[in-house]
Structures are given as structure tokens and as C-alpha cells.
């Protein structure tokens, strides 16, 4: 904690995030839980010392096999039992669709405790407009439901990271042609 908040000061960073890591085998649920919600009532804590939030993110396990808050649902119990305002969800688009499904009804539901959102584009976690998902909806959907925070980019760029830019004109097209 300490180093994470000396990096934090160095960068201003109002906003940490905060994985759970791997399930532990032969180590009970319950056990591991309780490890939780203490390490993260205790993260939460300093953090709000200095007036920063801590992002709580759920990952699939599909692709992180054995991760220990694979679904929004997850997270939000995780929320619930921290009871600190400061603790907050980081909402990745990528991981909700691959886990959850039904992305927008998700953004509905848990907009309130959402406080940072990261896209990605599914199969492959590739830029925005390289799979199933409808982003010129979603990001008008973001816009209506009053989402003021950030949207951060978190993806496999394909072909490479100057051909994966390339997603910015097409949904740029698509919003102005609609």
C-alpha cells in the first residue's frame, strides 16, 4: 500500500485498481473471502486518507481460469460487505460480455457504483469495432444514462497498435452517418 500510494502522489492519480487475484486451492471460499473483504477494507481505508478511490474489478474466468470475482455480481457483494463509499467498480465491457452478457442492462443496473470503464472488443479483446459488441450504442447509451467518467482502452490492438487506431474513423463514421 504504501508504494502504490507513493506512485499515486508522484502521478495524481485519484484512482486505484484493485484484482483479486487467483483462487487458492485447498483453501476454503469462505477463508479467502474474509482475506478479501479485510485487505480491501484496509486498501480502502488509506486510500480515502488521501482522497483516492479504489476500483474493484471483476475479471472473467475464462480467460484468467480460477480468478476470484469473475462477475459483476461478484463484485457488487464485494461492494456491499466493504461498505466504504470509496470502494468503487471498475466496469470492463470485455469481461462482463465474456461472463454476463447483455452489457447494456449491466451499465444500467450498476452505472451508480461504477467509477472508471474499460472496453474491448469481444472474441479477443481486440479494439472496438473488431467483434460482436455495438459501441456507437453503448457510447450513446453512456451518454444518455449521464456516465461522466472516463473510458479507458484496454485492448490487443489488431494488427498492431497503429492499425488498431484505424476503429476511431469507423465509429466516428458510424455516429455521424446515424
Given at each position: 500500500?504504501?508504494?502504490?500510494?507513493?506512485?499515486?502522489?508522484?502521478?495524481?492519480?485519484?484512482?486505484?485498481?484493485?484484482?483479486?487475484?487467483l483462487?487458492?486451492?485447498?483453501?476454503?471460499?469462505?477463508?479467502q473471502?474474509?482475506?478479501?473483504?479485510?485487505?480491501v477494507?484496509y486498501?480502502?481505508?488509506?486510500?480515502?486518507?488521501?482522497?483516492?478511490?479504489?476500483?474493484?474489478?471483476?475479471?472473467?474466468d475464462?480467460?484468467?481460469?480460477?480468478?476470484?470475482?469473475?462477475?459483476?455480481?461478484d463484485a457488487?457483494?464485494?461492494?456491499?460487505?466493504?461498505a466504504d463509499?470509496?470502494?468503487?467498480?471498475?466496469f470492463?465491457?470485455?469481461?462482463?460480455?465474456?461472463?454476463e452478457?447483455?452489457?447494456?442492462?449491466r451499465?444500467?443496473?450498476?452505472l451508480p457504483?461504477?467509477?472508471?470503464?474499460?472496453?474491448?472488443?469481444?472474441?479477443?479483446?481486440?479494439?472496438?469495432?473488431?467483434?460482436?459488441?455495438?459501441?456507437?450504442?453503448?457510447?450513446?447509451?453512456?451518454?444518455?444514462?449521464?456516465?461522466d467518467?472516463?473510458v479507458?482502452?484496454?485492448y490487443?490492438?489488431?494488427?498492431?497498435?497503429?492499425?488498431?487506431l484505424a476503429?476511431?474513423?469507423r465509429l466516428?463514421?458510424t455516429?455521424q452517418?446515424?
Amino acid at each position: 500500500m504504501d508504494r502504490a500510494l507513493e506512485y499515486a502522489a508522484i502521478l495524481d492519480c485519484p484512482r486505484l485498481n484493485c484484482l483479486a487475484g487467483l483462487r487458492l486451492e485447498g483453501v476454503a471460499h469462505a477463508v479467502q473471502w474474509d482475506a478479501l473483504v479485510k485487505n480491501v477494507r484496509y486498501a480502502s481505508g488509506r486510500l480515502a486518507e488521501e482522497s483516492r478511490t479504489l476500483l474493484v474489478e471483476p475479471v472473467n474466468d475464462k480467460d484468467v481460469a480460477g480468478f476470484f470475482l469473475p462477475t459483476t455480481s461478484d463484485a457488487v457483494r464485494l461492494l456491499d460487505e466493504v461498505a466504504d463509499p470509496s470502494v468503487r467498480l471498475q466496469f470492463d465491457v470485455y469481461h462482463v460480455q465474456r461472463m454476463e452478457g447483455d452489457v447494456t442492462a449491466r451499465l444500467r443496473l450498476l452505472l451508480p457504483r461504477i467509477a472508471h470503464l474499460q472496453v474491448a472488443d469481444n472474441p479477443g479483446r481486440h479494439q472496438p469495432g473488431t467483434g460482436e459488441l455495438n459501441f456507437p450504442f453503448l457510447f450513446d447509451e453512456l451518454d444518455r444514462l449521464g456516465y461522466d467518467g472516463f473510458v479507458g482502452l484496454e485492448y490487443v490492438p489488431e494488427p498492431d497498435t497503429a492499425g488498431s487506431l484505424a476503429w476511431r474513423e469507423r465509429l466516428q463514421s458510424t455516429v455521424q452517418g446515424a
